[in-house]
């Protein structure tokens, strides 16, 4: 590590966002160290091919750490000193949170109050945290933006979403941390997570599997490329940080029907689907289409990459990698 460079903590950097912020920030010149656990809600195989590309970087180091453990995590604050924190470590999915609640209050609850402590006690200035759009639950009004109501989430994650976003303002209110939470709609993109929809149909698509389509596909999402999600961290990152607590939306500009997604999809990989039209889910929300006139005009976002050309750049990356990414487990449900 160069002691010049600033230095970031990403947390959860083996996931799929952690990941591809790690990579950019490492190409951009920063010293970025990792933490995961590399749980295994999806095959943790994937994780650690992620982090054999990091672990190329002289800049990046490592640590696999309970984020729920304080003493731990704060360990790696008081080694690392960082200029900055990007808290990206969660247990995602909405489906899973049926299944596992308690997995979802120990990562993304208890997890979250140790990150925002530990910057508290390391005097650390400022803290980027993942939130979801999920926050905005059964809210009718669309596109959503960060103004309206979030007190109707309709999912265990969601809920727990909701709660980071409130322990961010009290730290702020408390401490004066900048805190920033980053609304995510709906990332895609290559080394994208295994329980997702691209990644399952595409898979089911080649292997001639059918795949499931939920609400008979009458959903919307605005699907956000993972260099969009990317760009808008590094904007914040590039301001500095003068006590902020805000929350930002970041989503797509196409807001696009579950059955068109597909269609894209099917042209890109030369084969129909089959597809099973199947309920809703519970806990899922119909649609998550973004209004990001708020980050545009505060951090200059704009969503660049077409979803055309994002699926193609997707499932290109998934044929150079079939052979392994088939063999991956199922993910949990
Ligand atoms: N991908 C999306 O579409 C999306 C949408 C909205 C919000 N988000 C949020 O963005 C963040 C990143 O999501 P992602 O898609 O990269 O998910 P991901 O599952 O690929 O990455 C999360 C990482 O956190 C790690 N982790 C989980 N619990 C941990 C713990 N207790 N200690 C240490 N590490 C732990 C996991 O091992 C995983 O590698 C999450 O907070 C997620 O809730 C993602």
């Known amino acids: 590590m160069n002691k010049k460079k600033k230095k970031v903590i990403v947390t959860g950097a083996a996931g799929f966002i952690g990941f591809h912020l790690s990579l950019e920030l490492l190409n951009q010149g920063w010293n970025v160290v990792g933490i995961d656990m590399l749980t295994d809600y999806y095959d943790p195989r994937i994780k650690q091919k992620r ?29 690392e000193k960082p200029d900055e924190i990007v808290h990206l470590a969660a247990q995602a999915g909405v489906r899973y949170s049926l299944s596992n609640p308690w997995t979802y209050i120990e990562s993304n609850e208890l997890g979250t109050l140790n990150v925002f402590e530990a910057a508290h006690r390391l005097k650390i200035p400022r803290v980027l945290y993942a939130s979801s759009s999920s926050v905005y639950g059964t ?15 309709i999912s265990v994650y969601a809920a727990t979403k909701k709660a980071n ?17 980053l609304r995510f709609f709906t990332v895609y993109g290559t080394w994208g997570r295994p329980d997702l929809a691209l990644f399952k149909f595409v898979k089911n698509i080649l292997a001639g599997k059918p795949i499931d389509v939920y609400n008979r596909g009458k959903m919307k999402r605005s699907f956000t490329h993972i260099s969009d999600i990317i760009a808008g961290i590094v904007a914040i990152l590039k301001q ?11 989503g797509g500009a196409e807001a696009v029907s579950l059955l068109d997604f597909i269609e894209l999809i099917e042209q890109e990989v030369g084969k129909k689907a089959k597809k099973n039209l199947m309920p809703m889910q519970q806990g899922d929300v119909r649609e998550t289409i973004a209004d990001y006139s708020k980050a545009h005009n505060e951090l200059g976002f704009v969503p660049k990459m077409p979803l055309r050309k994002g699926i193609a750049e997707f499932v290109s990356w ?6 392994f990414l088939s063999t991956l487990k199922e993910p949990k449900q």
């Open 240 to 250: 500095s940080p003068h006590g902020r607590v805000t929350i930002y939306n970041l």
């Open 318 to 323: 998934f044929l150079e990698n079939k052979n």
């Open 139 to 153: 809210n009718e009004k669309s596109p959503m933006s960060e103004g309206d109501r979030t007190d109707r989430q």
């Open 165 to 181: 976003e409130a322990l961010a303002h009290s730290y702020n209110n408390l401490y004066g941390i900048e805190t920033i939470g």
């Open 51 to 79: 982090l054999a590309i990091l672990k190329k970087y002289p800049a990046f180091r490592f640590y696999k750490v309970n984020i729920a453990r304080y003493s731990a995590l704060e360990k790696v604050f008081k080694i």
